[in-house]
């Protein structure tokens, strides 16, 4: 082969070559463009409950999130589909007494279309090695000097309509914040739970709050597991 043939076929392999590069990176950039993701924040400020020297400290809480659903109104004759996100997605939302923003999902791709509404679950995990197996909802910390334990066994579905609905196309990035207040649940003063209310019946050092009324704390707890309804939000841009 000549010199010229042999310049000929570098230059073809050449742009062969960056054509399949482009076309690689033209695809990678429009892959992460169409998707929505999803953040959990959590609101949380340690609240003093009157006990004399004794306040609430979340050393960790935990949720798990089993399904995630968007509704996908797609048509203008109104046919509603509905796009799911299977868990489990287990998240711990408060660390060292202080909330976490936790980043469920970065860009999942979903059909174009208008989404009004978003649905999800709280449920146990499936995983026999899950802090939530055993309870969705699971909060370790300590009342004062004493250790506290909450367990909610109860699964929770919530439907939020967006406040205007998501339009999604091929070039779309939406955010979705699920919100969870857990001041709600703990501050008195905002209709939560007074835990100065909690014993430690059994007397074993732990105050224990649960589906198995251990410490004579059954009331606590039904008013623990309708608050978990209202404390959470949504939102989206």
């Given at each position: 082969?000549?010199?010229?043939?042999?310049?000929?076929?570098?230059?073809?392999?050449?742009?062969?070559?960056?054509?399949?590069?482009?076309?690689?990176?033209?695809?990678?950039?429009?892959?992460?463009?169409?998707?929505?993701?999803?953040?959990?924040?959590?609101?949380?400020?340690?609240?003093?409950?009157?006990?004399?020297?004794?306040?609430?400290?979340?050393?960790?809480?935990?949720?798990?999130?089993?399904?995630?659903?968007?509704?996908?109104?797609?048509?203008?004759?109104?046919?509603?589909?509905?796009?799911?996100?299977?868990?489990?997605?287990?998240?711990?939302?408060?660390?060292?007494?202080?909330?976490?923003?936790?980043?469920?999902?970065?860009f999942v791709k979903l059909p174009d279309g208008l989404y009004s509404e978003i649905e999800f679950e709280i449920d146990k995990n499936p995983k026999t090695d899950a802090i939530t197996n055993k309870a969705s909802i699971?909060?370790?910390?300590?009342?004062?000097?004493?250790?506290?334990?909450?367990?909610?066994?109860?699964?929770?579905?919530?439907?939020?309509?967006?406040?205007?609905?998501?339009?999604?196309?091929?070039?779309?990035?939406?955010?979705?914040?699920?919100?969870?207040?857990?001041?709600?649940?703990?501050?008195?003063?905002?209709?939560?739970?007074?835990?100065?209310?909690?014993?430690?019946?059994?007397?074993n050092g732990k105050i224990e709050i649960g589906p198995n009324n251990i410490d004579g704390n059954n009331v606590l707890y039904e008013r623990l597991k309708d608050l978990i309804e209202q404390i959470i939000d949504v939102?989206?841009?």
């Amino acid at each position: 082969m000549n010199n010229m043939n042999m310049k000929n076929v570098l230059i073809i392999l050449f742009a062969v070559t960056a054509f399949l590069i482009g076309s690689c990176k033209k695809e990678n950039s429009t892959s992460i463009k169409n998707g929505i993701s999803i953040k959990v924040s959590t609101k949380f400020a340690s609240t003093n409950f009157n006990r004399t020297s004794q306040s609430l400290h979340i050393d960790e809480m935990w949720i798990n999130i089993s399904e995630i659903e968007f509704e996908l109104n797609n048509h203008p004759d109104s046919l509603i589909t509905e796009e799911e996100m299977k868990g489990p997605f287990e998240i711990k939302i408060i660390e060292n007494n202080s909330p976490r923003d936790v980043m469920l999902t970065d860009f999942v791709k979903l059909p174009d279309g208008l989404y009004s509404e978003i649905e999800f679950e709280i449920d146990k995990n499936p995983k026999t090695d899950a802090i939530t197996n055993k309870a969705s909802i699971v909060v370790i910390g300590s009342l004062g000097n004493q250790p506290l334990e909450i367990e909610i066994e109860d699964d929770f579905e919530f439907e939020k309509e967006f406040d205007t609905p998501i339009s999604l196309n091929n070039l779309s990035q939406i955010n979705v914040s699920l919100i969870f207040d857990v001041s709600l649940i703990f501050d008195p003063s905002k209709g939560g739970i007074d835990l100065t209310q909690a014993t430690d019946g059994n007397q074993n050092g732990k105050i224990e709050i649960g589906p198995n009324n251990i410490d004579g704390n059954n009331v606590l707890y039904e008013r623990l597991k309708d608050l978990i309804e209202q404390i959470i939000d949504v939102e989206n841009d």
